[in-house]
């Protein structure tokens, strides 16, 4: 069964530092890709970034990359040079067939001055 | 250019009360997504449609209706509500494979 698998409940960090938040997932398809969305505590859902399972390179967005290890099914996200807006949670999903999202639990980011 | 419209922002319903969740997209979007949010949880899809006229299930479709009326709107339907179905509903859309999903700001229902 396709599955998302977030780990980190929550995670800490202090400001300009990097933060590594965790994500997992599996699936049989040789298809497929995986976001990264982020919800502040005003709820919507904003879009970080991409990565196709095809890509050869990591997907990188400003102060966001994707650490995408395809052998190990990981899609880690990292935040560079941490800010204190950048404190919401972060859901990690990845696309199925008609482009449906399953999505993980989440994690939610607190940064500290 | 709005993106992702949803409405009612907030709604509280008595069990047994049906209501109609309206979306609209103006991005020329041809899917079109409905989720519900639980606490401590992530995003659950309710249904989908792929095209203008199909829709199909996701995850959770029992004791929702959808409707895509025309390429723009997509609506969703309680028809007797169970306070099982309290959470935030999130209808989202996109162009296609690839590309990220927009979401609407959510629809906070609270069922008693």
């Known amino acids: 069964a396709q599955k998302i698998t977030q780990t980190q409940p929550g995670m800490f960090v202090q400001e300009k530092e990097a933060v590594t938040l965790d994500c997992t997932y599996d699936?049989?398809?040789?298809?497929?890709?995986l976001f990264w969305y982020k919800q502040p505590s005003s709820g919507e859902m904003i879009f970080l970034i991409y990565?196709?399972?095809?890509?050869?390179q990591n997907a990188t967005e400003g102060r966001y990359s994707l650490n995408f290890q395809k052998a190990r099914k990981s899609a880690n996200l990292v935040i560079s040079a941490s800010q204190l807006g950048d404190s919401a949670m972060y859901f990690c999903?990845?696309?199925?067939?008609?482009?449906?999202?399953?999505f993980g639990t989440g994690t939610r980011l607190q940064v500290f001055p | 250019n709005a993106g992702v419209t949803q409405t009612p922002k907030f709604q509280v319903l008595k069990t047994g009360q049906s209501m109609t969740l309206q979306c609209a997209q103006d991005?020329?979007?041809?899917?079109m997504y409905w989720y519900r949010q639980d606490p401590g949880m992530g995003l659950r899809l309710i249904y989908y449609?792929?095209?203008?006229?199909?829709?199909d299930k996701g995850e959770v479709p029992n004791g929702y209706n959808v409707s895509r009326l025309n390429k723009r709107e997509f609506s969703l339907r309680l028809e007797s509500a169970a306070p099982s179905q309290t959470s935030v509903y999130f209808c989202?859309?996109?162009?296609?494979?690839?590309?990220?999903?927009?979401f609407g700001p959510g629809t906070r229902l609270t069922v008693t």
């Open positions: 989202a859309s996109t162009h296609g494979t690839g590309y990220e999903q927009y």
């Open positions: 699936t049989s398809d040789p298809s497929y890709g």
């Open positions: 990565q196709g399972s095809y890509d050869q």
């Open positions: 999903a990845m696309r199925k067939r008609a482009d449906k999202l399953i």
């Open positions: 991005m020329n979007h041809n899917s």
């Open positions: 449609s792929a095209s203008e006229g199909t829709t």
